[in-house]
């Protein structure tokens, strides 16, 4: 009895003690976009799966291809500390860098500080490049005929024609007379202005040739009664 329990205490030990021993369980990582050879431009999203029993952060990092220099370049927001399983691992940018060949390289990193790499190799990064066109493809020939359609029967209706009303000639206005120049009176002279100055003259100047008829006969009536009283005195004088 004492022999079975020590056996029992003895294996109970050793598997505690191999257990204790046995190296860490390795990382879960991937790169599933892009993949090896792809070609990219622009902002490019990074997927997969960077996690582990002892995960502590995930980094990724680009370097061209060769890279004789091990150099390598963090994208944005390297290191993450968030694990992850199949999803946006980060975001690269390609303006910034040169056209070429270029690798991707996810790094976690668990709490003793060891770590497993991942690689993505021969990405090309074509930004002013031309994206290549694809080749049409050949539209397969019809071997029979091509059928014409039948025309289609054009059907005309007829619009009576309503004729309009003639407009009816507008009166033309009569012209409009001219009145006649108004003329001048006659200029007269000794300063008389109208007819009527003239006639008032005339009539004065004609009783002024009445009056001068009747005094030169008034006149010539007392001369001779003049010459009849001096011949009568003459006689009596002469006592005939």
Not at 170 to 184: K, L, W, Y
């Amino acid at each position: 009895m004492r022999r079975m329990v020590a056996s029992l205490y003895l294996a109970s030990v050793l598997v505690v003690i191999s257990m204790l021993q046995a190296p860490p369980m390795g990382a879960d990582g991937q790169i599933t976009s892009p993949r090896d050879r792809a070609s990219v431009r622009g902002l490019v999203p990074i997927e997969g799966t960077a996690t582990d029993a002892s995960f502590q952060k995930y980094e990724i990092h680009f370097g061209p291809e060769p890279n004789p220099g091990d150099q390598w370049t963090p994208i944005q927001g390297s290191p993450f500390t968030v694990p992850l399983v199949q999803g946006r691992l980060g975001l690269w940018d390609t303006t910034i860098i040169p056209d070429g060949i270029y690798s991707l390289r996810l790094r976690i990193v668990r709490l003793d500080g060891n770590y497993d790499e991942f690689f993505v190799r021969g990405i090309l990064v074509a930004n002013t490049r031309p994206t290549d066109t694809p080749t049409p493809s050949n539209s397969p020939t019809p071997s029979g005929p091509t059928r014409t359609p039948a025309p289609t029967p054009t059907i005309m209706i007829s619009v009576p024609t309503v004729a309009s009303p003639t407009p009816r000639p507008s009166d033309t206005p009569r012209p409009t007379q001219t009145p006649a120049a108004t003329a001048e009176p006659p200029k007269l002279p000794f300063g008389i202005s109208s007819i009527s100055d003239a006639a008032c003259w005339a009539a004065v100047g004609t009783a002024g040739v009445f009056v001068g008829i009747g005094l030169l006969f008034a006149f010539k009536g007392a001369i001779a009664s003049l010459i009849r009283w001096l011949t009568g005195r003459g006689r009596e004088d002469m006592g005939v």
